[in-house]
């Protein structure tokens, strides 16, 4: 199967919370603001993160900027119940959710939905209710692309 990724522009968003002693966190690219005060991700089955995210909880969602792909890179790799992926990342905390500082976009969301869809049943569709939006204006996206060919 050829990498679709490259398909439309996809972002390097991570999502993060802290829960159960761990801080998980992981890089998305299936990310998408679908209303005023809605996000959506697409979380992989294999994700510790995405297992361990449910219905009321609230997350950190960092949509990276151009100059932190090795913050992708690091939050790709392992699993954060296997491994500190946070280790030497400069993070924000708020109550439970893990933002990166620096980022393009920092929210703060609650978990309003985790939905297995039929058409991917492994993995989880959550809709994200954004509580709080920072954008700095003068920072650009870090697109998936540019973290897999630097």
Avoid at 9 to 14: E, P, R, V, W
Avoid at 130 to 145: G, I, N, P, W
């Amino acid at each position: 199967m050829s990498n679709h990724l490259e398909a439309f522009l996809a972002g390097c968003n991570i999502v993060a919370i802290h829960k159960n002693n761990y801080s998980y966190g992981m890089c998305c690219a299936w990310a998408q603001m679908v209303d005023w005060d809605r996000v959506t991700v697409l979380l992989g089955a294999q994700s510790s993160t995405a297992k361990n995210i449910t219905k009321g909880d609230v997350v950190g969602v960092s949509a990276l900027a151009k100059g932190q792909n090795h913050i992708a890179l690091q939050l790709g790799e392992g699993h954060s119940d296997e491994v500190n992926k946070f280790k030497d990342i400069t993070t924000e905390i708020h109550g439970n959710a893990i933002l990166i500082p620096g980022a393009k976009v920092m929210m703060i969301c609650e978990v309003m939905d985790r939905l297995v869809l039929e058409t991917s049943p492994d993995d989880y569709f959550l809709v994200l209710k954004v509580q709080s939006f920072r954008m700095d204006d003068k920072k650009e996206f870090l697109s998936a692309h540019e973290v897999l060919h630097p």
